[in-house]
């Protein structure tokens, strides 16, 4: 009865190695066993295309490899595509053994333009108004008639002092004239008064007109005395 008991017993462990020999033993020689045994021993790691699809026969994975798998790994994608890219041609940029002068600076902006403030426009209206009053008194002053230069010359005078005579000659030194105060010379010049070094000149027709005064112009010698010869007034 003992004898019966081993033998069932030793059967039973034999066929429990044999199943724990097929299913870890074997898969960990490479020969078969479990799922990943199911497919064949030479199949190759599938092709990846450029999307990252694989499309061809797939990797064999040994079983130390899917044992140190993690959920979170992934294979990177070999892209073909980035391979064959042409570089691009790269910008040269600055010699540093070439000397190149610095551009200008820029110019600098324009002036605003000013805004003249309420005061300085009532400054410029009345100085407007005053350079136009300006000009018409002096376009009515420049149409006054004026009276005629006074070019004689006076010499002297001579005479008793109720009765004094001025020595007039003319601008060429050829006519000479004795007058008196109130004689009028040429129907234009009023002698008004006879002084010591000088006479008082008024202009006929003009009324308003100041005195001129004119001194006493030294005489040129031209023989005689100024008062003999002349033509008295």
Same mark, same amino acid.
């Not at 798998?69 to 892209?79: I, M, T, Y």
């Not at 000149?201 to 030294?218: H, L």
């Given at each position: 009865?003992?004898?019966? /008991?081993?033998?069932?017993? +030793? ?6 190695? +044999? ?34 699809? *694989? ?28 391979? #064959? ?6 910008? *040269?940029? /600055?010699?540093?053994?070439?000397? $190149? ?28 108004? /005053? ?9 009515? #002053? ?33 006519? $000479?004239?004795?007058?008196? #105060? ?8 009023? $002698?008004? /008064? ?12 003009? *009324? ?13 010698? $031209? ?11």
């Amino acid at each position: 009865m003992s004898t019966t /008991r081993q033998r069932n017993l +030793l059967y039973l462990l034999g066929f429990v190695a +044999l199943i724990a020999f097929w299913r870890v033993g074997l898969p960990m020689l490479g020969i078969g066993g479990g799922e990943e045994a199911a497919a064949p021993a030479t199949a190759a790691r599938p092709a990846v295309d450029s999307e990252g699809d *694989p499309t061809g026969p797939r990797r064999p994975v040994a079983r130390g490899e899917r044992k140190g798998a993690k959920p979170g790994d992934r294979v990177e994608v070999l892209r073909m595509a980035d391979l #064959e890219r042409v570089p691009q041609e790269s910008t *040269p940029g /600055r010699d540093p053994w070439r000397f $190149v002068d610095p551009p200008p600076p820029p110019a600098p902006p324009p002036p605003k333009p000013h805004v003249p403030t309420a005061e300085e426009l009532r400054a410029a209206e009345e100085a407007r108004r /005053r350079a136009e009053e300006a000009a018409r008194l002096a376009a009515i #002053e420049a149409a006054k008639p004026k009276p005629p230069p006074f070019t004689w010359l006076y010499l002297g005078r001579f005479g008793p002092p109720d009765k004094q005579l001025a020595v007039l000659t003319d601008a060429n030194g050829k006519t $000479v004239r004795n007058v008196k #105060e109130g004689d009028v010379i040429d129907n234009k010049f009023i $002698v008004e /008064r006879i002084g010591l070094e000088s006479v008082d000149i008024r202009f006929v027709g003009f *009324p308003d007109v100041p005195a001129k005064r004119v001194g006493v112009t030294p005489r040129r010698p $031209v023989g005689g005395n100024p008062g003999v010869g002349g033509n008295p007034g």
